[in-house]
């Protein structure tokens, strides 16, 4: 590949948590594309601390050749990214500034999950998510409405384990406790089913669970977690590609979105289905 003079060949991944297994599928992506560009790639663990992002990028900035940004910092407070003064490509958001942006259409993700949670006889939905999840939220509602309802909204104190766990009690011991609740990630819905089997409830008998990001994790859990998959990986190895063309000044900045894909797992199967699968026990027994 070309080598520009004066180049560090190092780029910075900077994410909102490193613990969280979503943001590792977007540097498995990146990194297997750099390695093949003879790339070095650093990986910035934001903790979740949107006041700490510029105080943290803005030092690395002289050390790096670009940067591939996953922030939470509302767009109209972003316009200090430009004075880094290095190519910049953004993760799963959308924004105002002159920024190539990689995505997925999580609308689309949410409006597959409420459609899947109709035809399986969930009526009562819940969504459990941080105040700034907006679309995925949408998403769902649009579907719902289709069938003449709404879903009820819950905030998460942050996008982790504990969090759902923490949630459980207060979502799911009220009088008209939801059939089907949609977390805005796997961490989330991992935390609820575990406060929720602690309290005694089954999954999905009581309560239906579903996710987003369709960590590796999910499908081994028990039940395993109905998720929409938004790409991670395939995220992280476009956002490479795009900002590795904009390091050589090829390309203008885009907004790539992807499509999302439901996969459907035993937590939150058909309630008919579920009571079926019971019966013959039943019967035998009698």
């Avoid at 003879?38 to 690395?60: F, G, H, K, V, W």
């Avoid at 999580?106 to 009526?123: N, S």
């Avoid at 409830?201 to 109905?226: C, E, K, Q």
Wanted: glycine share 8%.
């Amino acid at each position: 590949s070309l080598i520009p003079t004066g180049q560090t060949r190092a780029i910075a991944l900077a994410v909102q948590d490193a613990d969280n297994p979503r943001f590792m599928q977007y540097f498995k992506g990146a990194s297997h594309v750099a390695l093949k560009n003879e790339y070095t790639l650093l990986l910035i663990d934001l903790q979740e601390n949107m006041a700490n992002e510029r105080s943290m990028l803005a030092p690395i900035s002289r050390r790096v050749d670009g940067f591939i940004i996953s922030s939470r910092t509302p767009d109209e407070s972003c316009g200090w990214l430009l004075e880094l003064g290095k190519p910049i490509v953004l993760m799963a958001r959308k924004t105002q500034h002159p920024l190539t942006t990689v995505r997925t259409n999580v609308y689309r993700g949410g409006y597959l999950l409420g459609e899947h949670l109709l035809k399986t006889g969930r009526r009562r939905v819940a969504f459990l998510g941080l105040p700034s999840d907006i679309t995925n939220y949408e998403g769902l509602a649009a579907a719902l409405a289709e069938g003449g309802l709404a879903p009820s909204r819950f905030t998460a104190n942050a996008p982790t384990l504990e969090a759902g766990e923490q949630a459980a009690s207060a979502m799911l011991l009220g009088g008209s406790r939801p059939e089907a609740v949609v977390c805005r990630n796997d961490l989330l819905a991992m935390g609820l089913m575990h406060g929720a089997q602690s309290l005694g409830l089954r999954i999905p008998d009581d309560v239906a669970v579903a996710g987003f990001d369709n960590i590796s994790v999910a499908r081994f859990m028990y039940p395993s977690l109905t998720t929409v998959d938004l790409r991670g990986r395939e995220q992280g190895e476009i956002a490479m590609q795009k900002l590795l063309q904009a390091i050589l000044q090829q390309g203008s900045t885009e907004d790539i979105v992807l499509e999302p894909q439901l996969m459907v797992r035993s937590s939150t199967a058909n309630r008919m289905q579920a009571d079926i699968e019971k019966l013959p026990q039943k019967t035998l027994g009698n």
